[in-house]
């Protein structure tokens, strides 16, 4: 599975949109950019993923640049609970459970 | 009832001693999975059972052992814990096919061995 690249901390206005960039460069054509959350020590939580077009679900948009090196997740009116560690993490879609989490972003969502 | 269940939540234990952790899912998914996260880093893989009968190491295996007693059940045991095994432990289950595109974690097991 391709590595991902993430800054590690991010600040964000309370009702502002969140832009969380990840940059993986090495993907390839059959891998997925997924995105997961973890709140404070939860289990992480799916938030959506994308193979080459923008999607959008009703937590949060995604959108991959056309030479898929790079994705930016949005979440579009962030409020505090939405304070989390970000993870990107890129895959084949076959392999659902088994992925490989870097040190992700965390998002400060502040009043 | 949450659909990914771990028991216990949070465990002392002595080095040498063996302890398991139990997960349980209602999800009736057949892919179930095992990963310690430490202070400050990333989930890290275990074990991996895609089935009853189909168990897989992960990334750090060594130091433990699982179980899939069922297609709901899987066990993580420590044979003989150690102080550097104190971690945050979750389960999660995943199922198969291009519909089932996330995993579901427990909400983990806090173990400290001292």
């Known amino acids: 599975d391709a590595k991902t690249t993430q800054p590690p901390s991010m600040d964000c206005a309370e009702g502002r949109a969140a832009n969380l960039p990840c940059n993986h460069s090495t993907i390839s054509g059959n891998e997925y950019v997924y995105w997961y959350r973890q709140i404070h020590s939860q289990g992480p939580q799916y938030i959506i993923h994308g193979l080459k077009n923008n999607e959008t679900n009703e937590m949060a948009s995604l959108i991959i640049t056309e030479d898929r090196k790079s994705s930016t997740l949005i979440l579009p009116h962030a409020t505090l609970r939405d304070t989390a560690v970000y993870y990107c993490?890129?895959?084949?879609?076959?392999?659902?459970?088994?992925?490989?989490f870097g040190q992700g972003t965390t998002l400060q969502v502040k009043p | 009832d949450a659909d990914v269940t771990q028991t216990p939540r949070n465990r002392i234990t002595k080095t040498g001693k063996r302890i398991m952790l139990e997960c349980s899912q209602t999800?009736?998914?057949?892919?179930m999975y095992w990963y310690r996260q430490d202070p400050g880093l990333g989930l890290r893989l275990i074990y991996y059972?895609?089935?009853?009968?189909?168990?897989n190491k992960g990334e750090i295996s060594d130091g433990y052992s699982v179980s899939r007693q069922a297609q709901a059940k899987f066990s993580l045991s420590l044979e003989s814990a150690i102080p550097n095994q104190t971690a945050l432990y979750f389960c999660?289950?995943?199922?198969?096919?291009?519909?089932?595109?996330?995993?579901?974690f427990g909400q983990g097991t806090r173990l400290t061995v001292v």
């Open positions: 999660a289950t995943s199922g198969q096919g291009d519909l089932n595109t996330e995993a579901f």
């Open positions: 993490i890129v895959r084949v879609q076959s392999n659902t459970g088994k992925l490989i």
């Open positions: 999800k009736g998914h057949d892919r």
């Open positions: 059972s895609f089935d009853v009968k189909d168990i």
